[in-house]
T-cell receptor
Framework: KNEVEQSPQNLTAQEGEFITINCSYSVGISALHWLQQHPGGGIVSLFMLSSGKKKHGRLIATINIQEKHSSLHITASHPRDSAVYICAVRTDTGNQFYFGTGTSLTVIP | KAGVTQTPRYLIKTRGQQVTLSCSPISGHRSVSWYQQTPGQGLQFLFEYFSETQRNKGNFPGRFSGRQFSNSRSEMNVSTLELGDSALYLC?????????????FGPGTRLTVL
């Protein structure tokens, strides 16, 4: 049983397209994180959400606590957005971290 | 400010050996967390340290251990290495490890067990 499920697993888009990556979780959480991992392994934390919506440049992240669902949107996608995007949650009891399996995004020029 | 640094970056060991990995957090950060990433299991949480105390631990066997020093630098140790321990080991630091703190990841140590 996976505490965090992501979809899709793989995504190919044309440059300029609007992209959505989804994350569902089954545990109570204190925070949800969206991470970006480029080839070579480096991970960057994009967003930390506990409610609502956040925007940073072309990236938007939303969370619905009641539905236990979060989405990451990329507007006007660019080849440099090609990376693996990982959803992670921190539980509200036990303070554990659980990770989704990641969404591999390729943006074609 | 310098980012999170991890040493060594690459390591090759044989089964049965032990290994120690090091993580230096961003200056001023007092919380360090460790993660294991494998192709099969993805990212998994190992443990979290704050002010030299292990505050949280994932579901890993006792062969995996860690510690944090007074300067917030952290080490993790894996004893009696198994082939399945081959992975990318990542550490991340945050100011206080508070639930909503942003974590900053290091580049990782890639461990290969032969």
């Amino acid at each position: 049983k996976n505490e965090v499920e992501q979809s899709p697993q793989n995504l190919t888009a044309q440059e300029g397209e609007f992209i959505t990556i989804n994350c569902s979780y089954s545990v109570g959480i204190s925070a949800l994180h969206w991470l970006q991992q480029h080839p070579g392994g480096g991970i960057v934390s994009l967003f930390m959400l506990s409610s609502g919506k956040k925007k940073h440049g072309r990236l938007i992240a939303t969370i619905n606590i009641q539905e236990k669902h979060s989405s990451l949107h990329i507007t006007a996608s660019h080849p440099r957005d090609s990376a693996v995007y990982i959803c992670a949650v921190r539980t509200d009891t036990g303070n554990q971290f659980y990770f989704g399996t990641g969404t591999s995004l390729t943006v074609i020029p | 400010k310098a980012g999170v640094t991890q040493t060594p970056r690459y390591l090759i060991k044989t089964r049965g050996q032990q290994v120690t990995l090091s993580c230096s957090p961003i200056s001023g950060h007092r919380s360090v967390s460790w993660y294991q990433q494998t192709p099969g299991q993805g990212l998994q949480f190992l443990f979290e340290y704050f002010s030299e105390t292990q505050r949280n631990k994932g579901n890993f066997p006792g062969r995996f251990s860690g510690r944090q020093f007074s300067n917030s630098r952290s080490e993790m140790n894996v004893s009696t290495l198994e082939l399945g321990d081959s992975a990318l080991y990542l550490c991340a630091s945050s100011l206080s490890g508070y639930r909503t703190d942003t974590q900053y990841f290091g580049p990782g140590t890639r461990l290969t067990v032969l």
